[in-house]
């Protein structure tokens, strides 16, 4: 799956879920910054992390790992400093935060294994 479709996909989950969400979450608004702001963190992720695997597809061995793992640590060093930021400095309420982003992180990577697993299982010349 392409890059754009597969960001089509997940900002449409994405802004689908946080409508529902809205319909039943309280009206208070540390809480539903620190319910967008995981959300944004996770979507992100996943674009960057879809984004590596094409971007190394058609490449060596070599540069798809190096693209996969390095892409890794950068991301969880820079979710890390996101989250960090978002308590300490935004001061939006950790469970909240860090509630919906592992819900969404988890969401995503169930849709990005299933569109690798796909796409992995089509024969080379259809790609």
């Known amino acids: 799956m392409s890059l754009s479709r597969y960001a089509i996909l997940v900002l449409f989950t994405a802004a689908a879920t946080l409508a529902a969400i809205g319909l039943v979450a309280p009206a208070d608004g ?4 620190a319910i967008l702001f995981g959300a944004l963190l996770a ?9 590596l695997v ?5 490449r060596s ?3 798809f790992f190096g693209a996969v793992l390095g892409g890794m640590i950068g991301r969880m060093a820079l979710m890390l400093g996101a989250v960090v930021a978002g308590v300490l400095l935004l001061g939006l309420p950790r469970l909240p935060l860090v509630t919906s982003l592992l819900s969404y992180f988890s969401l995503f990577l169930v849709m990005e294994l299933a569109v690798q697993h796909r796409h992995a299982r089509r024969p080379a010349e259809t790609r």
């Not at 540390?30 to 910054?33: D, E, F, K, P, Y």
């Not at 094409?54 to 058609?58: M, P, T």
Request: net charge positive; no cysteine.
């Open 54 to 58: 094409a971007w190394s597809e058609r």
């Open 30 to 33: 540390a809480l539903r910054a």
């Open 43 to 51: 979507t992100v992720n996943t674009l960057v992390s879809h984004g």
């Open 61 to 63: 061995t070599h540069a």
